[in-house]
């Protein structure tokens, strides 16, 4: 594809000073080793997971009327040591999801488990302390912390809840030196601290008990896009480090695309495709997540003009009254006549550890069913006249700026 | 609809505007310090930055839209000839919603949650348009139409409430062009919203600059916006442009160590898993004043010594404007 080796080509012109590329490589080879090797260890394993909220009605007596499936059936494995990222629209469930792995939200059906150990039927008490290896990053942090505790309290808390004294945790200036803060931020207060910061406070207590798995719902998306970069990073050495296991919930798809191994595409209560982030973003076969795939801004004009966009009509169907059959066919440009509007797709493997829950995946892929005309933006629709006043991108000669006078 | 300002110069012309937020006993704070820029008619500039930035501060400022008490205001801003700084209330009225209109970043909290949006519609046809019943009605209903509303006459009785955040953003849309304006600005109109209804929005905009000529001024931190949609892009830090430039250009070939920085610092959806990162160190809130040199020497790699001594100028070279001593050369991927 021409347009990835242009985005390829540019990305090298905007690198900013990092780790000589030598000791980048070894590291990722290292990284990608120990994935390897972990491959097969199933941290948290779900199967048949369903939340749904009652909608009640009456004033005297609570009727149920209905429920809201805000997640309707999922399946999942996370390996040990790796990534898995959760993305889709706002209202697909992947929130509650997360919280439900975690039983903040108790599930409705479907078995959790976690290590072996089935979550879903543990008592309260044991629950609670199985928690200890189970920790939360939240989207907002300034919301997730308590203003009037200080960050060393916020550190301590875990601990103290867990009836942990050294040992199994670790102390505070440790923490506050693993998320990169300073030790002298363990006696100020969250609004000292910016948004970045605060969220690695957040991270900070996440690690405080040694987790195996971290559930970070929207960690990056309430930062500064210049912070973003720092707190991903922050994240994958954390990992690194202490060999955690993290579901990463996001929007973002390049957040995702990024920090995943494995990314698994939700849409109204299901997940719709899953697959190694590479591939799926490479060749993605849901018909749902071409069209996410192609919606997401690329900060490269080359790129924005060259390539197609699908474009979904209408909105997210609400997930009280879902559609029938497959839950996508109303927004779905590939629709066909048949099985879409009344057979439910089941996630079917594609290729290995690639799976869709689409009727006409393959036909889609191999080009025989094609989106409807009118849902497809060409590039050359929306590309503008060629911009004459400016001169060839990559023309250095053009372009060079002289010092400033007096310099 | 006059044309006229096409050869009388630039349709919105912004020289040095300043804002700054006055504080009983306290410094006052320069939200906005010495931002200008032109827009021409069929345009579509943008302005990029990240909180705090001053973008937003400065879209309100050419609206007239900031309160009078606490907030004083320096410079021009010249649209159509007129000094929209000076005014009379009268008048900035008649021109706010008919000739400049404005798209806000919620659409839920722009929009009044008691009224049905078709009288919402109408009340900026009536109050600009003189239309009146079944005429203002019927003009609505084309509006919702036209951005792209599904069955406009039953949405017309709705209440925001019962329109999804897309459909929303659309219906302030159609309100923000009933008069078809002149000068569109949209502040984050997509910030709010999915990415698969971004892209409708956007898509949207887009139809709407080619087909009524109206000049756009989009307000963004996501450089991916930008990227596809925009003529000129000014790139802004703690309340001053820094760096000024034709979009192709900004994007290829950054040259102030900021909007590099930014590049590097945001992942792509087509990079490959694992490509590094290098974001900014600092943040945004580590402001300095520009008094004092370069507001982001202390985040920037390329610093050099005057940089901490005295502020940089926005100097012009070859169609783009750049603040700064030590900028990124067009062959140097990794500053020193």
């Known amino acids: ?407 | 609809m006059s044309v006229s300002g096409v050869d009388a110069g630039p349709l919105l012309d912004v020289r040095d505007l300043k804002v700054a937020f006055t504080r009983k006993g306290r410094p006052d704070v320069l939200a906005v310090d010495g931002v200008s820029f032109t827009v021409e008619t069929g345009e579509t500039v943008g302005l990029v930055g990240e909180s705090g930035s001053g973008k937003s501060v400065t879209s309100l400022a050419v609206m007239r839209l900031l309160p009078e008490r606490g907030v004083r205001i320096g410079g021009e801003v010249h649209f159509d000839g007129d000094d929209l700084l000076t005014l009379p209330a009268e008048r900035m009225r008649d021109i706010r919603g008919k000739d400049i209109a404005m798209v806000f970043q919620d659409p839920m909290s722009s929009l009044n949650p008691v009224v049905p949006i078709g009288i919402q519609v109408t009340e900026v046809l009536k109050r600009h348009q003189d239309l009146r019943g079944d005429a203002a009605t019927t003009e609505a209903r084309e509006l919702l139409a036209r951005v792209g509303i599904p069955d406009p006459t039953r949405r017309l009785k709705e209440y925001p409430h019962q329109l999804s955040g897309g459909m929303r953003q659309r219906a302030l849309i159609a309100m923000a062009l009933a008069c078809q304006p002149r000068l569109l600005i949209a502040d984050e109109p997509t910030t709010a919203l999915d990415v698969t209804i971004q892209a409708q929005i956007l898509e949207l905009l887009k139809e709407l600059v080619r087909d009524t000529g109206t000049a756009l001024v989009l307000i963004t931190h996501d450089l991916g916006v930008v990227a596809g949609v925009v003529d000129t892009v000014h790139v802004m830090y703690s309340g001053k442009v820094v760096e000024s430039a034709q979009r192709h250009e900004l994007f290829a070939d950054p040259r102030h160590p900021y909007t590099g920085g930014l590049l590097a610092s945001v992942p792509r959806l087509d990079a490959p898993r694992g490509a590094s990162l290098h974001p900014i160190p600092g943040s945004p809130a580590d402001l300095r004043p520009w008094s004092q040199g370069c507001a982001f020497a202390p985040r920037c790699a390329n610093q050099i010594e005057p940089c901490v001594v005295e502020q940089p100028v926005l100097e012009e070279s070859l169609g783009r404007s750049l603040r700064c001593y030590n900028p990124l050369t067009a062959d140097e991927e990794v500053p020193a």
């Open chain 1, 1 to 407: 594809m021409s347009t990835a080796e242009a985005a390829e080509t540019d990305r090298s012109t905007v690198e900013v000073p990092g780790e000589p590329a030598a000791a980048e490589a070894t590291r990722d080879e290292q990284v990608r080793h120990r994935r390897e090797i972990r491959q097969e260890d199933v941290l948290l394993s779900i199967r048949g997971l369903k939340v749904h909220f009652p909608i009640k009605s009456g004033i005297v007596v609570d009727r149920q009327v209905g429920s809201v499936k805000a997640v309707d059936g999922v399946d999942l494995d996370v390996p040990r040591g790796s990534t898995v990222g959760l993305v889709g629209e706002s209202g697909c469930g992947k929130t509650t999801l997360g919280r439900a792995v975690l039983r903040l939200i108790e599930p409705t059906a479907g078995t959790v488990s976690f290590d072996g150990i089935d979550i879903a039927g543990l008592a309260d008490e044991d629950m609670r302390r199985m928690r200890r290896r189970m920790q939360m990053i939240f989207q907002d942090p300034m919301a997730s912390l308590d203003p009037r505790q200080s960050v060393e309290s916020v550190l301590t808390e875990p601990r103290r809840a867990h009836g942990i004294e050294g040992g199994q945790s670790k102390g505070v200036s440790e923490l506050l030196d693993l998320v990169g803060l300073p030790a002298s931020a363990a006696s100020r207060y969250p609004h000292e601290f910016s948004g970045g910061q605060r969220q690695r406070i957040g991270i900070a207590r996440a690690i405080a008990l040694e987790p195996d798995l971290i559930i970070a719902d929207e960690p990056v998306s309430a930062l500064d896009v210049s912070i973003q970069a720092q707190v991903v990073n922050l994240l994958e050495e954390l990992q690194d480090r202490l060999g955690l296991t993290y579901v990463v919930i996001a929007h973002d798809l390049a957040v995702v695309r990024h920090i995943a191994d494995v990314v698994a595409v939700m849409y109204l209560g299901g997940i719709v495709e899953q697959a190694a982030s590479d591939a799926l973003y490479t060749a993605p076969y849901h018909p749902y997540t071409k069209a996410l795939m192609s919606a997401v801004p690329i900060p490269d004009p080359v790129v924005e003009d060259t390539r197609e966009r699908i474009l979904l009509t209408g909105d997210l169907p609400s997930p009280a009254n879902p559609p029938s059959g497959c839950r996508f066919h109303t927004r779905c440009p590939y629709r066909q006549p048949t099985r879409c509007d009344d057979e439910r797709p089941a996630l079917r493997d594609m290729a290995p550890g690639h799976t869709v829950a689409c009727h006409w995946a393959e036909q889609i892929h191999a080009g025989v069913i094609t989106p409807r005309a009118s849902a497809v933006v060409e590039a050359a629709v929306r590309d503008e006249p060629p911009p004459t006043r400016v001169p060839l991108p990559g023309d250095p000669t053009t372009t060079t700026l002289g010092p400033p006078p007096g310099v």
